[in-house]
Every structure is written in C-alpha cells, then in structure tokens.
C-alpha cells in the first residue's frame, strides 16, 4: 500500500502544498540523529535543513518555549555556514531561506509551511524530525491530525534506563566538557535534579497519547538495538512505513550520528532513576512483544 505524500504545486497561481508526510516523533537519545542523517541520503527524500523544527512542541509543551527560539537561531546560522562552506552547491536562495527561518514569524504556522516550500522539495516525500514531539498532549496531537492529516509517524524506542543515562551523560559533557568524567557523586546528583532525565522515556503516557489520535498502524515502532545491530533492514522497514523505493546508496547508515563519551555515573544516582522508570519498562513489556523487547 502507498502512503507517501509528496510535495506538489496545484497551479501557477497557488501555493504549494508542502507540509511533511511523516515526522519521527522520538525518542531523545535514540538515534534519532543517525535517521535524519541517513534519510537525507534518500533521492525521494527531502527534509528541511535543520533538524528539530520543534513546532508543535513549542505550541503544546510550555517547557519547550524556554530555549526553542536559540535552538532555531543556533541550528539556522550553523546550516548557513555550511552553505558558505559549500562552493559548489552555494545558493543565495537557500541562505535566505535559513535567515528567514531564524528572523520570521517563527513557529507560526506560516513559518511551518515555508519550512518546507521549497524547490527542491517538489516531488519528494517530505518529513519533520523532532524527537520531542512524543511529549505532545493529546491537545497537540488532534492538532497536528488537523494540520498534517494522517502522516506517517516514526517511534524509536530505547530501554528507558539506558536512554535516561545517555541523555544524563549529555548534558554532563554539554556543562562540564572533559570534566564531566570526573564529577563528583553531588555535581551528577544536581544534573539528574534539572534535566528530568526520566521524562522524555515516559512510553506508556506518550504512546497512549498518539495512539488516542492515530491508527496503530500509523505508526513505525523501531527498537533501538536494531539500528546498531542491523541498520540496513531498519531503512527498509522505514521506506515501507513511508512508501518509497528501497535504496542501496546509504553510506552512513552503519555510522552514528552522534557518540556519546560513556563516563561513569554513580550508582546512588542510578538507583531513584531506574526505580522511576519500572513502571516504563513494565509497560513495554506489555506493549511489544519479547522479539522486540529484546532489541530495545
């Protein structure tokens, strides 16, 4: 069955109609940054330039509203030096396009849209890759049911206590770089206070929440391990979900997009966070069946 929805121009006189088909909704430290990279490589792709638009959790997640405009500003100005650096593909165009993501009316719904207007995009099925949207309430999800309609939706699903230490050891290299391998057991007990580790790995609440909107089988559900263990057959699960053509020119697809340096942490910060998270990995074992669990 086909279920990819491309960019299309109606007539010379109208605009096109170019919003995403499909948006990985998730989850943070789960290699969402090894799809966007990897997907770009796709010739029926096309995605903006920066990844994390974070539209609809700016909207439906007030927490989000505290850093989403320097996240934009942060991301645009890097995509642009990138197209300086790029002689061969420079174009004014493109560079315009950028600064007016960063300057204009951002995360209107206008902004959105112009997101993905552009030439290149005709023709391609298009997505929007922003893990943060998981955390979406129902509210928010009814609305991108509005905007988008039915896209195609990407969940991939890490082991909650391991995706909660790898974005804990983040954010420890993210302030305290090098230092972070020798931080005491107080300075990871205030990180783990601040970040919520525990929150973006709440599954049973936010698949609850799509799944209150859309179709189970609107949705992708990837266990992590498999993308290390067996990439290749994950992207061919994926250009299924999305209804495009199997293709056999990824080069990154066997590399990460991101490494997290693995410091030690503290078993007596460990132990609150695991506890926490046993009503998730309870969940999951509910959710999935154990072929899956045991890829996660």
């Known amino acids: 069955m086909q279920h990819s929805r491309t960019c299309e121009i109606l007539t010379s006189n109208t605009p096109t109609m170019c919003l995403p088909s499909f948006l990985c909704i998730g989850a943070q430290k789960a290699a969402t940054s090894w799809l966007f990279v990897t997907l770009q490589e796709h010739p029926d792709i096309w995605m903006p330039a920066i990844k994390e638009l974070h539209y609809f959790d700016y909207l439906y997640v007030p927490e989000c509203r505290d850093w989403a405009h320097r996240h934009i500003r942060k991301t645009t100005k890097s995509a642009i030096l990138r197209q300086l650096a790029d002689v061969r593909h420079f174009s004014p165009a493109r560079i315009r396009h950028l600064h007016q993501l960063a300057t204009v009316d951002v995360f209107s719904e206008d902004w959105y849209r112009r997101a993905f207007d552009r030439p290149e995009a005709q023709g391609k099925v298009t997505g929007d890759i922003t893990p943060s949207y998981c955390t979406l309430p129902v509210e928010g999800i009814e609305y991108v049911h509005a905007l988008l309609g039915n896209p195609r939706l990407i969940y991939i699903i890490r082991d909650p206590l391991e995706r909660a230490l790898s974005h804990l050891r983040m954010k420890a290299q993210r302030r305290h770089g090098k230092q972070a391998a020798n931080l005491s057991e ?111």
Request: net charge positive.
């Open 186 to 296: 107080n300075q990871w007990r205030k990180i783990a206070g601040k970040t919520r580790v525990a929150h973006r790995g709440n599954y049973r609440d936010y698949i609850g929440n799509w799944l209150s909107v859309f179709d189970r089988e609107d949705m992708l559900f990837i266990p992590f391990g498999m993308i290390r263990n067996r990439p290749l057959e994950v992207m061919r699960r994926v250009e299924q979900h999305l209804g495009i053509p199997a293709f056999a020119g990824y080069s990154s697809a066997d590399k990460p997009a991101h490494v997290t340096t693995k410091v030690t942490i503290p078993d007596s910060v460990i132990q609150p966070i695991s506890k926490e998270l046993q009503r998730q990995q309870a969940f999951l074992k509910e959710f999935f069946d154990p072929d899956f669990i045991a890829q996660i």
